[in-house]
């Protein structure tokens, strides 16, 4: 845990608490979290505005935002940079590689969205290691929490399945295995009592579970 500004204590942020409401200066606009609610949200953090990862990524995010659209989730950049920076930059890779970042980007230069989301280490002094991904539900819970080093670019494509994943559970409550993508057999939950575990027979412990239509999202 650390301390904001005002010393009072902040608790790390867990899958299954209750993410945080905010407001700030974005690229479009100023922004509440909570205007959200009903939608999944997918937070993302890079240490900086110009570097090389974080273009490749944020050229890539824009490319796939009509995949996110499609399945209710709205994409959220966040830097420590300043909204100046980040307006530069959002222009800078328009003009040189014809993209325009279409969704938010979040300036956090006094690092506060930043040690709340647990996107940075609160014993850091700058923003190397706030390269992060937040999954927030439509009811406002953080879903899954992904955590990558500087050095190295996130797949678009994993955080999409992710995103089905996540989905697929919550519409049909099964898991999901390794690698599963939509269409795939799910997992029946762990068994609670001896009969059902009997009834399911010698694979109870790794029950499949038919794939079901796709709804639409």
Partial sequence: ?????????IQPLR??????????????????????????VMLM??????????TSEFIAMTRAEPDFRQRNCVLLGLSVDSLPSHLAWVDMVYE???????????EDPSLTLSRIYGMLDPTAHDSA??????????????????????TVGRSIAELLRLLDALQ?????????????????????PPV???????????????HPVESSSRENR
Wanted: proline share 7%.
């Fill in 192 to 206: 609670q009592t001896q009969q059902a575990m009997r009834q399911r027979g010698k694979t109870w412990f790794l």
């Fill in 1 to 9: 845990m650390h301390e904001s500004s005002d010393n009072a204590v």
């Fill in 96 to 106: 040189r590689f014809g993209v325009e970042i279409n969704f938010p980007i979040i």
């Fill in 45 to 54: 953090s890079h240490p900086a505005s110009f570097t090389p990862v974080c």
């Fill in 129 to 150: 290691t706030a390269r992060a991904v937040r999954v927030i539900d439509p009811e406002g819970i953080l879903r899954a929490s992904l955590t990558y080093p500087a």
């Fill in 15 to 40: 899958i299954g608490d209750k993410a945080p409401d905010f407001r700030a200066r974005t690229t479009q606009g100023t922004f509440t979290l909570g205007e959200l609610k009903g939608r999944w």
């Fill in 168 to 188: 697929e559970v919550d519409r049909h409550h099964v898991l999901t295995p390794e690698g599963w993508q939509p269409g795939q057999e799910t997992l029946a």
